[in-house]
């Protein structure tokens, strides 16, 4: 018998990037799949000579299989449902971001780690971004000093992806309001700052590139607005529908001491940034450009198997030593709530005329 960790994965879209990127861990064996979809079941059940009996459309009957951990890329509305689920039934979990879609669900998920005592992390892979490692480095040395305000952008349209341009069908993310989605910006943001947000407000533009659509989703824009816990702001701006290509996540941190940001070119590889240091660079030159890569300088191929530059190599690294370990993960259910709730608490700010709320924790 084993001791490798049966791994279980539900979702199977962007899961599919998960289950390849723990797949090459030496401790994980691919055990079980789910999907609604028996489409995406058996594209994936070949890879890894899964039986039929190890193969599920049925998410109860699943969970109860004979597992050490699930891995949930389910739609968002489901991940709280589903991770409970799984802790209750004596599984780890690491679920996609982000962590639930209402506070009173952030709550349940937070009593429910707690009772069970099973390990449960948010897979928040922007925050393993090549860069943003390198970024902790220095921030913590004190390069930059205090930070005192930092700015997230994640434009991404995904049109598509709201409605099928084909049959016209509503797919989950038309209902997504588009600062819900806050956890790529914030996730490395607070990381990088070690420190949480105390309160927010949000404000959106309404709906003028697609007036016609009822779904929150098709907000032009909308920008969150945070203080933290340390006293700093944060300001997130989020669309999935403003006519920006390619794709673009941003991140600036002024500090104290200086400054450092990516580059605003876009796409998943590396872009062009900049970084101020006051003292070690010279003021009439100006910040010196920087590489902000997402991948690791000497990827392996295992590295690069999931995804996203080398992220999802090592946040599976991270979720699995915090289960051999029996120690927290870097993004525990804690973190990630700090990474969920402003976004949630936001939108309800923005809905009612820009309120600043509290952000609890639980
Ligand atoms: N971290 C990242 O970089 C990243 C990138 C893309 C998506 N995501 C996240 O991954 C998750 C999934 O996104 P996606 O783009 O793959 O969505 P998707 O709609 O393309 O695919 C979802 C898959 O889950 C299956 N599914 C839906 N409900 C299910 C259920 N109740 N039980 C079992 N299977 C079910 C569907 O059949 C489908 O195969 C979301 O949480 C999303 O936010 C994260």
């Given amino acids: 018998m084993s001791n490798n960790l049966q791994v279980g994965f539900v979702g199977l879209r962007r899961g599919s990037g998960l289950v390849r990127s723990l797949a090459g861990h030496p401790r994980v064996q691919v055990a079980a799949l789910c999907d609604l979809d028996e489409n995406a079941l058996a594209r994936l059940a070949g890879d890894f000579a899964l039986a039929d009996g190890q193969l599920f459309t049925n998410y109860d009957d699943f969970v109860n299989a004979p597992l050490d951990i699930v891995v949930i890329a389910t739609p968002i509305e489901f991940h709280a449902a589903q991770s409970i689920a799984a802790l209750e039934s004596g599984k780890h979990v690491l679920c996609e971001q982000t962590a639930a879609y209402t506070l009173a669900d952030c709550e349940r998920l937070v009593n429910t780690v707690r009772r069970t005592g099973k390990i449960y992390m948010m897979a928040e892979n922007y925050c393993y971004f090549h860069y943003i490692r390198e970024w902790k480095n220095l921030i913590d040395q004190g390069k930059l000093g205090k930070i005192i305000h930092a700015e997230g952008e994640y434009m991404h349209e995904i049109v598509d992806l709201l409605i099928d341009p084909q049959t016209g069908k509503r797919h989950w993310r038309y209902p997504r309001a588009p600062i819900w989605y806050c956890a790529h910006c914030l996730g490395p943001l607070l990381t990088l700052m070690d420190d949480r947000i105390v309160k927010a407000t949000g404000a959106h533009a309404g709906k003028n590139i697609y007036p016609n659509e009822e779904g929150l ?50 796409g998943w590889g590396s872009t062009r940034g900049r970084l101020y240091i006051e003292g070690e660079m010279d ?50 259910v804690s973190r990630a709530i700090d990474f969920t709730a402003p976004g949630i608490c936001a939108h309800e700010a923005a809905m009612q005329g820009g309120v600043w709320v509290d952000v609890p924790r639980f």
């Fill in 217 to 266: 989703g098709f907000l032009d824009m909308e920008i969150g607005l945070f203080q933290t816990e340390k006293g700093s702001t944060i300001k997130i701006l989020r669309s999935q529908v403003a006519p920006r290509h390619p794709e673009m996540i941003f991140y600036s941190l002024y500090g104290t001491q200086g400054f450092v940001e990516n580059g605003r070119e876009g």
């Fill in 283 to 332: 003021k009439k030159s100006g910040a010196q450009a920087i590489d902000c890569p997402t991948v690791d300088p000497n990827p392996s191929p295992e590295m690069l198997a999931g995804g996203h530059g080398s992220s999802e190599y090592f946040m599976a690294r991270d979720f699995i030593a915090a289960i051999d370990n029996n120690s927290r993960p870097p993004i525990d």
